[in-house]
């Protein structure tokens, strides 16, 4: 009789994934008292499900569910960035590279379920990203990582910069062990993080975190867009400072090589791009799920942080936007880079600006910048 498990992990290195464990799909209870203090301390993110049973239970998703096949698709990609050193830009995390993993990744487990279908009758539902469950909890049950103390799923042979999906089936497949943390002493992250996200070994305030400041439509507290620096999308601190990354094995998936952008966002195209030109270029790429406008109140964000006063034209032009969101982040970043200049401007501005919740912002951000003291 064929080994059902041997088959899978031969057809996975196949269709090219790098990592891949089983793990039965028991509910997760042990999870549900942490989402329970999540979600009283207010970082459940607006990305996530508040159902709390429906992240901890695989049957309520597919009713037949068994083993759950969990993968990991390394993204982290041998690239000589080519820093412009001149243009005004801001950076990528690696995760938004290449072409969107949601597609890779999928791409790959389809392809595997239809090595599978060729041998077996099967009911399953594939997710990355996209489901309920909390796909770290899998992963770690599945053998696939280590929680480390960032909070992301460390692989033993290919660190943390990987991507997870998984497959919920119908299956009986032997299970793997599952993995257990091991970054002993070090709190290298803790110390690195810009934002102190990281506020405990383990404990991540979403809420602080970069990488989803740079999704969030929320309104970001000024003190955090300070520290975002140039991140235009995602973060990588924390992984980058990681020792177990340091000599983990490379990825190989060359959809991820950032072909288009070299790993860094062109501010002032950012500016001059129609949406239909910002998706025809940028599509591909996962940081462009929130659309063009998040991505460019983040580079509004850069150009403040970089002081550099080639951007005060641009700035200047774009406090007349139709977007309130952009004229708010160009009034702070014109403060941030010349604080007398940016008063002068916006005080003009006022006289000509329409909506009340701008110039109620305006006149909030004149008193910050006078109370602050560089
Ligand atoms: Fe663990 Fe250190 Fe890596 Fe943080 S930097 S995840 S503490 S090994």
Redesign the pocket.
């Known amino acids: 009789m064929m080994n059902l498990k041997k088959f899978i992990k031969e057809k996975a290195i196949e269709v090219g994934l790098d990592i891949i464990g089983f793990c039965s799909s028991e509910p997760f209870h042990e999870m549900k008292e942490y989402l329970v203090l999540r979600k009283q301390k207010g970082y459940v993110t607006e990305f996530e499900s508040i159902d709390i049973e429906s992240r901890i239970n695989p049957k309520k998703i597919m009713s037949s569910a068994k083993t759950i096949i969990a993968a990991g698709l390394s993204y982290n990609i041998d690239f000589n960035n080519n820093d412009k050193e001149n243009i005004l830009q801001g950076r990528l995390s690696k995760s938004s590279w290449g072409i969107d993993y949601h597609n890779v990744l999928y791409g790959k487990l389809e392809s595997l379920v239809s090595h599978l279908k060729k041998i077996k009758d099967i009911e399953y539902k594939i997710f990355v990203d996209t489901g309920p469950l909390v796909d770290r909890e899998i992963a770690k049950r599945a053998g696939i990582g280590w929680y480390?103390?960032?909070c992301?799923i460390?692989n033993d042979e290919y660190g943390?910069f990987i991507f997870i999906g998984y497959i919920i089936t119908n299956l009986e497949i032997e299970v793997d062990s599952e993995s257990v943390s091991n970054?002993g002493n070090?709190?290298?992250?803790?110390d690195a993080c810009p934002t102190k996200a990281l506020e405990d070994d383990y404990i991540l305030n979403p809420k602080k975190c970069i990488s989803y400041l740079t999704q969030t439509k929320e309104k970001i507290p000024y003190e955090l867009r300070d520290k975002m620096n140039t991140k235009i999308y995602g973060c990588d601190t924390?992984q980058l400072?990681?020792?177990?990354n340091k000599n983990a094995r490379k990825g190989k998936t060359k959809e991820f090589i950032p072909k288009v952008t070299g790993g860094y966002l062109d501010i002032v195209e950012m500016f001059n791009l129609s949406n239909k030109e910002f998706k025809r270029k940028y599509g591909h790429m996962a940081g462009s799920w929130r659309g063009k406008n998040i991505l460019k109140r983040n580079c509004i964000i850069a150009l403040g942080n970089l002081r550099d006063k080639r951007a005060i034209e641009l700035l200047s032009k774009a406090l007349g936007d139709s977007s309130l969101m952009i004229r708010e982040y160009s009034a702070w970043a014109l403060m941030k880079i010349d604080r007398k200049l940016g008063k002068k401007m916006l005080l003009s501005h006022l006289e000509k600006e329409k909506s009340i919740e701008i110039k109620e912002e305006i006149h909030k951000l004149i008193d910050y910048f006078d109370r602050i003291v560089d």
Do not use: D
């Open positions: 480390g103390k960032n992301l460390i943390s970054c070090c709190r290298l992250c803790l924390c400072v990681c020792p177990k």
